[in-house]
């Protein structure tokens, strides 16, 4: 079955980086175009991310635009969160998922169960 | 970006009954609407996608309709296990945004 799992997270002082990883298991990781969203303390839902399945194309939310940066590996069935100048409002669980849908048909139909992010001096 | 608002913020309701959520885009698109749900400490779960396409093995009680700018997810015959909260997204143009969160309760 599908298996998404994240790793990396922790609790990082502002202005600092991490790194976040989302290991996929049980598909054809290389076909897949792969998005990270967070999710802040008792707050909704905030789409960061994502990659397309070969790594041709990536897009950002304002919010992280030249801080973050995804990337994967398909040899390895990972992708990444680059994480740079970390603020205190980065602080969330961030959610690898895959997109399911075909063309112009987008949705998260798998998801990892995240990983917590704490920026806090 | 586009802005999804949905309502109510949070609404009690009963087991059998039906409730209803509303989410509403900043502009027009067709069906590039998708709803999840999230219970405590898990990922969200994918429930409706394309604005009426049921996920496999989600029950035919949830169902969505509308189109345009305003969308309903429906729950008829409410269950113990739909006690959660509901995000609508809209995957017409990035950034994909989603909607504040609805939590049903009882």
């Known amino acids: 079955q599908v298996q998404l799992v994240e790793s990396g997270g922790g609790v990082v002082q502002p202005g600092r980086s991490l790194r976040l990883s989302c290991a996929a298991s049980g598909f054809t990781f290389s076909s897949y175009d792969m998005h990270w969203v967070r999710q802040a303390p008792g707050m909704g839902l905030e789409w960061v991310t994502l990659?397309?399945?070969?790594?041709?194309?990536?897009d950002y939310a304002d919010s992280v635009k030249g801080r973050f940066t995804i990337s994967r590996d398909n040899s390895k069935s990972t992708v990444y969160l680059q994480m740079n100048s970390l603020r205190a409002e980065d602080t969330a669980v961030y959610y690898c998922?895959?997109?399911?849908?075909?063309?112009?048909?987008?949705?998260?139909?798998?998801w990892g169960q995240g990983t917590l992010v704490t920026v806090s001096s | 970006d586009i802005q999804m608002t949905q309502s109510p913020s949070s609404l009690s309701a009963s087991v059998g009954d039906r409730v209803s959520i509303t989410c509403r885009a900043s502009?027009?698109?067709?069906?590039?609407l998708n709803w999840y749900q999230q219970k405590p400490g898990k990922a969200p779960k994918l429930l409706i996608f394309a604005a009426s396409s049921l996920q496999d093995g989600v029950p035919s009680r949830f169902t969505c309709s509308g189109s345009g700018t305003d969308f309903t997810l429906t729950i008829s015959d409410l269950r113990p296990e739909d006690f959660a909260t509901y995000y609508c997204q809209q995957t017409y143009s990035i950034p994909f945004t989603f909607g504040g969160g609805t939590k049903v309760e009882i």
């Open positions: 998922a895959r997109r399911g849908g075909s063309s112009s048909v987008v949705y998260f139909d798998n």
């Open positions: 502009q027009s698109f067709s069906s590039y």
């Open positions: 990659i397309w399945y070969d790594g041709s194309n990536k």
